[in-house]
C-alpha cells in the first residue's frame, strides 16, 4: 500500500506513519468493538504524533512520542502488553534512528525500563555506544532519569493466556481453556501475530526518523533478540532514502537486513520508496519464508506501507490532514 505525496517534494508535508503489528488475521473473528478499540488507539497516537510535527518538532520527537503512547497501550506488543518469553519473562528490545544524522540508539532484552524507546533514545544521545543491553541498559536509563518499573508492569492476562496457549501448540496437547478463551474472537491468531509497534516521520526540516519497539515473539528463548534493535534490520533512517521500521518474524528480517535493504535499493539502485519496499517485503523475506511487513517514509512526503500478511495495524497522519488507520489489506 502506497500512499503519495502531493505536495512539492521541495516542501513536503510533514507526516507520520505508524504500525502495531502484522499477522495473521481473521475479519470473522474480529468485532466491531475490537476493530473500533484498535482504530480508536491508532488515530490518538496519530494525532499525537501529527501534533508534534505541526508545531515544529523533529522528526525524532514525533516517533518517539508516538511509540511511546504506542508501547503504554495494551493492545500493542510493546511496554505494557509486551508478549511473555517461554520463562514467562518479559524481555523488550527498542531503536531509534535519526536520519539527519545516522546517530542511532537501541536497548535489548530490558525488563525494567518502562518506555524502552527512550532508552534508545537516551543511549543515542548520549553517543558512545549504539546498542546496550539488559542491566547496562537498564543502568543508563536510569541515570538518565527514565522511569523505571516492575517487570510485571508489562504482563497482562491476554499476553499470558497467549503463553499458555503456544506453549500447549507446541507440546501437541489441546489448547489450554483458559488460552483458548482468551484467544477466542481476537483480531488476529495472537499465536502468529507479529505485534510490535514503530513509527517513522519526516519532519518540517525535511528530516527523517524511525523508532520500533517490541516484546519479541510470544514463547522466545531467555536471550533472543528480534530484529528491532538491530539497526538496518528492524530500524533504519537515512534522509538521502527513507525512515523505516519493520514488523514481523525477526529472524528473517535479519537475514536479509530488510530495513537498510530498502535503502540500499533506492541509493544503489535508484529504486523509488514504493519498488523498494515492495521488493523487500515481497521478494527478500518470502524467499526466507520472512512473513511480516514495514512502514516507510522518505523525503518527498511518500509513505508506503507493505505486508505480506493477512494484516497490518497501521496509520499514517500528513499535517493538516486528518489520520487515516487500516488493519486489513
Ligand atoms: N519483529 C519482532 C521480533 O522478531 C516481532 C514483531 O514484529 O512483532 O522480535
Redesign the pocket.
Known amino acids: 500500500m502506497t500512499v503519495a505525496s502531493s505536495s512539492n517534494p521541495s516542501r513536503a508535508t510533514p507526516v507520520i506513519a505508524i504500525h502495531g ?3 495473521t488475521l481473521s475479519r470473522a473473528h474480529i468485532s466491531a468493538e475490537q476493530e473500533r478499540a484498535y482504530h480508536a488507539a491508532l488515530q490518538q497516537v496519530l494525532l499525537a504524533g501529527q501534533a508534534v510535527l505541526a508545531q515544529g518538532g523533529t522528526a525524532m520527537e514525533a516517533v518517539c512520542e508516538a511509540v511511546r503512547l504506542l508501547e503504554d497501550c495494551p493492545l500493542f ?1 510493546a511496554g505494557h502488553g509486551a508478549v511473555f518469553t517461554a520463562q514467562a519473562t518479559h524481555e523488550l ?1 527498542a531503536a531509534v534512528m535519526d536520519g539527519a544524522t545516522l546517530a542511532a540508539g537501541a536497548v535489548a532484552g530490558v525488563s525494567r525500563i518502562r518506555n524502552p524507546v527512550q532508552a534508545a533514545r537516551a543511549v543515542m544521545q548520549n553517543g558512545q555506544h549504539v546498542l546496550m543491553v539488559a542491566e547496562g541498559a537498564e543502568r543508563m536509563a536510569q541515570e538518565a532519569g527514565l522511569a523505571t518499573v516492575e517487570p510485571s508492569y508489562f504482563s497482562t492476562p491476554a499476553r499470558h493466556a497467549q503463553l499458555l496457549a503456544a506453549q500447549a501448540r507446541q507440546a501437541g496437547v489441546v489448547l489450554d481453556h483458559d488460552g483458548a478463551a482468551a484467544l477466542a474472537g481476537r483480531a488476529i491468531d495472537e499465536g502468529r ?4 509497534v514503530g513509527a517513522v516521520a519526516l519532519d518540517a526540516h525535511g528530516h527523517l526518523a524511525a523508532a520500533t519497539s ?4 510470544t514463547n ?1 528463548l531467555p536471550g533472543r ?4 534493535p538491530l539497526i538496518g534490520c ?1 530500524t533504519y533512517a537515512d534522509d538521502r532514502t527513507a525512515a523505516v521500521s ?6 528473517s ?1 535479519i537475514r536479509v537486513a530488510a530495513a537498510h535493504d530498502v535503502c540500499a535499493r533506492m541509493a544503489y539502485g535508484g529504486a523509488s520508496l514504493e519498488s523498494a519496499t515492495q521488493a523487500v517485503v515481497h521478494e527478500a523475506l518470502p524467499a526466507v519464508q520472512g512473513t ?1 511487513g514495514l512502514i516507510a517514509v522518505d523525503r518527498q512526503g511518500n509513505v508506503c506501507l507493505p505486508f505480506n500478511t493477512e494484516g497490518m495495524y497501521r496509520g499514517l497522519a500528513r499535517v493538516g490532514q486528518a489520520p487515516e488507520s487500516f488493519i486489513y489489506r
Not at 533478540?225 to 528491532?228: F, N, P, V
Open positions: 503489528g502484522a499477522g506488543n528490545d501475530k507479529m505485534g510490535t517490541t516484546g519479541g515473539m522466545k533478540l528480534g530484529d528491532s528492524g519493520c514488523t514481523g518474524h525477526g529472524e528480517f511480516g
